[in-house]
């Protein structure tokens, strides 16, 4: 890495050396304009992250006006965690029938998801929407932040690939300009030179 480093630091400073030719001197700046580009992305990226944990907030707030927490009771028995070898064991929650009563007096069942093992007639917490059925729960500020956070990290990922991509594309094409530049001046001195 310190190496690249070194490597990206003398390529950026070639513009500079009397020795650099015109090639060089456009790819110093091109990867200059990269790098600069890629630092602009992160306050893109913070202004995406916030941007989203404000509407998932906002979008919390909308749904906690419309869902409540109940409590329902278990039907069935929810199987055993799964172990899968030796002694390794799978957590993860499992889907089983449950019963809740309305207000009105009028019971629902459905499925919802709790932890492996639960035993018929355990009490669970689920979510009601405003028509009594079964739903997610609210976007809390916890979800926010993370949607926020993987949002905002996906911006600053996508700008620095783009950048890299910019970069070894340019390379790659200033890097056969320069060879095709430099068998110009090879085939020009060849020439020159069979005059003598």
């Known amino acids: 890495m310190t190496t690249w480093l070194k490597r990206e630091w ?7 050396s009397p020795l650099a030719g015109r090639w060089e001197r456009i790819e110093a700046r091109f990867l200059a304009v990269a790098i600069v580009l890629s630092v602009l992305a992160l306050p893109v990226a913070a202004l995406v992250g916030s941007t989203v944990y404000n509407a998932q907030v906002l979008l919390g ?14 039907v069935d028995e929810a199987p055993p965690a799964a172990a899968v070898a030796g002694d390794v064991v799978t957590f993860q929650l499992e889907q ?9 007096g009028e019971a629902r069942t459905g499925t919802t998801a709790v932890e492996p093992g639960t035993a018929a007639g ?7 929407d405003a028509a ?15 949607i926020a956070t993987a949002a905002g990290a996906l911006v600053a990922f996508v700008a620095a690939v783009a950048a890299a991509m910019l970069i070894t594309g340019a390379r790659l094409v200033f890097g056969r300009l320069r060879q ?3 068998a110009r001046e090879w085939e020009r001195f060849g020439r020159d030179s069979s005059r003598y």
């Open 10 to 16: 003398r390529l950026l400073r070639a513009g500079n």
């Open 122 to 128: 355990t009490a669970v917490p689920v979510w009601l």
């Open 180 to 182: 095709a530049s430099l």
């Open 61 to 74: 707030e909308r749904q906690s006006d419309v869902r409540h927490q109940a409590t329902a009771v278990t």
């Open 132 to 146: 009594g059925g079964l739903t997610a729960r609210p976007v809390s500020p916890a979800d926010a932040a993370g």
């Open 96 to 104: 089983v029938t449950v019963r809740w009563t309305l207000p009105g």
